[in-house]
């Protein structure tokens, strides 16, 4: 008895938890079928009688959002896939090669995590110019082509697989790219999707950076793209809530689809057994 109502109070409590993040959600989608008129209206309206859907098309064709998301999808994937390939790439040399500095080198990329990103952009800007990047895919791409929580996160990962998978491998004649690809990857898939998850996540999340490096549109990011609907009269502010829900598709389409991955690579090694 005790067992049942302790089960029902934590769902209950779950629920809560659930309906207290989804709640500003729905709202904002909610208000992106009113009138400005009805948003503006006090008390606030839950459920939209009469829902203005053409406010997703007016924010797709005045805020031009398929370039802004076509631009997006390209840097994100691109920086993703740099990130994986330097970390995973990093992470394995210092978790199964030895050479001289290894914990110094090692110690510096954990110093990188105490750096705030604010303290880098000065340096990265004027990185950028010397080498006439401005305005170009490899200024939104090449400064977070590393990183270091990747290479943190993946050589704790491979340094928990036991030490004769390695030994056995060399017996039978593999050498570090093979035995990388065929033995560490595989059993490393959830941590590497997790880490992919948060590295797309990120980059498609960026503001500051895409906003500073270019422009022009053919090269901003939809985060700024979003901006130009903020320029629209106070009474179509659905229409800036409706990009802002087209904006944050992809990633509520990521999270529903790898969610199970990102779980069990976020609590990989949690337990034992």
Not at 116 to 145: D, H, K, M, S
Request: glycine content about 6%; overall charge positive; charged content about 10%.
């Amino acid at each position: 008895m005790r067992t049942s109502v302790r089960t029902a109070l934590r769902y209950v409590f779950l629920i809560i938890i659930a309906l207290v993040v989804l709640f500003p959600i729905y709202i904002a989608v909610v208000n992106s079928l009113l009138s400005g008129q009805q948003i503006a209206h006090r008390p606030p309206t839950l459920f939209p009688l009469h829902p203005l859907w053409n406010s997703f098309s007016l924010a797709w064709s005045f805020g031009h959002l398929g370039t802004y998301l076509r631009t997006s999808v390209i840097v994100s994937v691109l920086t993703t896939l740099a990130a994986l390939t330097t970390s995973v790439l990093a992470a394995y040399a210092f978790a199964f090669l030895e050479f001289p500095l290894k914990r110094i080198m090692f110690s510096l990329c954990l110093a990188t995590l105490m750096v705030p990103a604010e303290v880098t952009i000065i340096p990265n800007f004027r990185t950028i110019q010397i080498l006439g990047w401005y305005n170009t895919y490899p200024a939104l791409i090449i400064p977070f082509a590393a990183s270091g929580i990747g290479i943190f996160l993946l050589r704790q990962s491979f340094r928990q697989l036991p030490r004769e998978l390695h030994d056995a491998a060399v017996l039978d004649g593999y050498g570090h790219w093979r035995f990388l690809v065929r033995v560490v990857l595989p059993l490393n898939r959830a941590m590497i999707g997790a880490f992919a998850i948060f590295a797309f996540l990120s980059s498609w999340n960026q503001y500051l950076w895409p906003l500073l490096v270019t422009n022009s549109d053919s090269h901003r990011t939809v985060q700024v793209g979003l901006r130009q609907l903020e320029g629209l009269n106070p009474d179509q502010q659905n229409i800036v809530l409706a990009g802002t829900i087209l904006a944050a598709l992809p990633i509520f389409l990521i999270l529903f689809i790898f969610q199970r991955q990102l779980v069990r690579g976020l609590t990989a090694g949690a337990v034992k057994g």
